[in-house]
């Protein structure tokens, strides 16, 4: 079965760091690119931070930019988002996601999707 | 960068109906749009990609349509296990992915 499991959600003070983590399993790690979404209370999805299969391409959402780093290590099946300088608006339900794509052979083009999801892992950021 | 901006924010509606929710993009994104369904306290489950491509195992009465910069999710029947947020997604620029802020289907 297909899974992804994230941990290391808590309670932390504003300024404080934190390390998330998203075990994966039934499936080839090393093949996929990934990725980080967050969900704060009562609000819609967001992204955060994009991994490809070998580290050599990624990407950050704004918000996050200088301050979460995201990591992976192919060997271990992990995924790692280490969380800096936390701020009370990074409050949220972190999910790790499987990234894939469509190749269209009609349009040429490459479609992205994330097909995988985690059930999430819950970070505050309070004082 | 792109907004997606869907419509209506919520929606109630009954078991059988036939139910239509739109994505906007702010600029075309040529069919890179996907949608999910969301429960409460639970992850986001795929539906469709490519605008129009269901996922394996989602029920057929889930189908996309559009272009351009306009998108549209149809429900054909209603049913009791389809109450839940649905969020479209694009993936055509920066930033990498952006997700619509959800539309909320609710039983009447």
């Known amino acids: 079965e297909v899974q992804l499991v994230e941990s290391g959600g808590g309670l932390v003070q504003p300024g404080g760091s934190l390390r998330l983590s998203c075990a994966a399993s039934?499936?080839?790690?090393?093949?996929?690119?990934m990725n980080w979404v967050r969900q704060a209370p009562g609000k819609g999805l967001e992204w955060v931070s994009y991994?490809?299969?070998?580290?050599?391409?990624?990407y950050y959402a704004d918000s996050v930019k200088g301050r979460f780093t995201i990591s992976r290590d192919n060997a271990k099946n992990s995924l790692y988002l280490q969380m800096n300088s936390l701020r009370a608006e990074d409050t949220a339900v972190y999910y790790c996601a499987r990234d894939l794509g469509y190749y269209d052979i009609l349009t040429g083009y490459y479609y992205y999707y994330m097909d995988v999801w985690g059930k999430g892992t819950t970070v505050t950021v309070s004082s | 960068d792109i907004q997606m901006t869907q419509s209506p924010s919520s929606l109630s509606a009954s078991v059988g109906d036939r139910v239509t929710i739109t994505c906007r993009a702010s600029?075309?994104?040529?069919?890179?749009l996907a949608w999910y369904q969301q429960k409460p306290g639970k992850a986001p489950k795929l539906l469709l990609y490519a605008a129009s491509r269901l996922e394996s195992g989602v029920p057929s009465r889930f189908s996309g349509s559009g272009s351009g910069t306009d998108y549209t999710l149809t429900i054909s029947s209603l049913q009791p296990e389809d109450f839940a947020t649905y969020y479209c997604?694009?993936?055509?620029?920066?930033?990498?992915?952006?997700f619509g802020q959800g539309t909320k289907l609710e039983i009447k």
């Open positions: 039934g499936f080839t790690f090393s093949s996929y690119s």
């Open positions: 600029q075309g994104i040529s069919n890179s």
């Open positions: 997604q694009q993936y055509y620029s920066t930033p990498l992915y952006t």
């Open positions: 991994i490809s299969s070998s580290s050599s391409t990624i």
